[in-house]
């Protein structure tokens, strides 16, 4: 299993990206997707999930500004970022779990918020 995330890069405070996660190779039938995020000396945070039945939920700094969608046809999973703060700039990454068992990471992309 390889995940490729993308759509990270430079943004205004207030701005919006969208990043996206492809999973290929042996895709489980059920699974969730997440994306975590980390920035130095931090442990990293979860973010936003999605299950198997489309069912979401958020970190509490995120509620209300960022969306989480999953492409089941083409396993992807997409995160709407919309009023960044700088306070968003952190490496994002994305996580696979399929049902029954398994826990695969993305490689990261960069999320840079100026103020």
């Known amino acids: 299993v390889q995940l490729q995330a993308s759509g990270g890069g430079l943004v205004q405070a207030g701005g919006s990206l969208r990043l996206s996660c492809a999973v290929s190779g042996s895709i489980a039938s059920i699974y969730s997707m997440s994306w975590y995020r980390q920035t130095p000396g931090k442990q990293r945070e979860f973010v936003a999930r999605?299950?198997?039945?489309?069912?979401?939920n958020y970190a509490d700094f995120v509620k209300g500004r960022f969306a989480i969608f999953r492409d089941n046809v083409r396993n992807m999973v997409l995160l709407q970022m919309n009023s960044l703060k700088p306070e968003d700039t952190a490496v994002y990454y994305c996580?696979?779990?399929?049902?029954?068992?398994?826990?695969?990471w993305g490689q990261g992309t960069l999320v840079t918020v100026s103020s």
């Open positions: 996580n696979y779990l399929p049902a029954p068992m398994g826990n695969y």
């Open positions: 999605i299950t198997n039945d489309g069912y979401t």
